[in-house]
């Protein structure tokens, strides 16, 4: 069983760009966003990657991810309830801890998040210099809600989370 245990954070400026590790762009589409259940296909880098997650509960949920043939996924994308999300991750190594910083792009440009993968739920993390808020219970910042109330919706007041 494998188990993804998160939290998720807005940026407060861009003193993370100097401990940068590695970069590249993802292309994401949802197959299913059941909150219960979603099935997501990405394109990363040159990898394709499909991934099942089930329902989040606290900072944790399920999540099973395999390597699919590239050209699946570039197919797969085309089959995903529109839009498509688009966005460049940075990589931090910070200690123990890996962030994962997101600036999306498309529909969502503008927003910034970050997020850090723990071994534990009571795990303790140094927040860095660069992280203003969590955001982690905030559905609003699910990648699945995304694709239904973008981040350009927000500032005219439509969302309805």
């Given at each position: 069983m494998a188990k993804e245990i998160e939290r998720k954070f807005l940026l407060?400026?861009?003193n993370w760009k100097t401990q940068v590790d590695k970069s590249f762009t993802i292309?994401?589409?949802?197959l299913s966003t059941n909150p219960e259940r979603t099935v997501r296909?990405?394109?990363?880098g040159k990898k394709g990657i499909l991934t099942i997650k089930g329902i989040t509960?606290?900072?944790?949920?399920?999540?099973y991810e395999y390597e699919i043939p590239f050209q699946d996924a570039i197919e797969l994308l085309d089959l995903c309830e529109q839009p498509i999300i688009e966005k460049e991750r940075y990589i931090i190594i910070d200690g123990k801890l890996k962030w994962e910083i997101d600036i999306f792009e498309g529909i969502n440009k503008g927003l910034?998040?970050?997020?850090v993968e723990l071994e534990s739920e009571d795990q303790k993390v140094n927040l860095p210099n660069w992280i203003e808020k969590e955001v982690t219970s905030d559905k609003r910042y699910?990648?699945?809600s995304l694709i239904k109330m973008p981040f350009k919706d927000w500032k005219n007041n439509?969302?309805?989370f």
């Open positions: 407060k400026n861009e292309k994401q589409g949802y296909i990405r394109i990363k509960k606290g900072i944790s949920r399920l999540e910034e998040l970050a997020e699910y990648n699945s439509k969302c309805s």
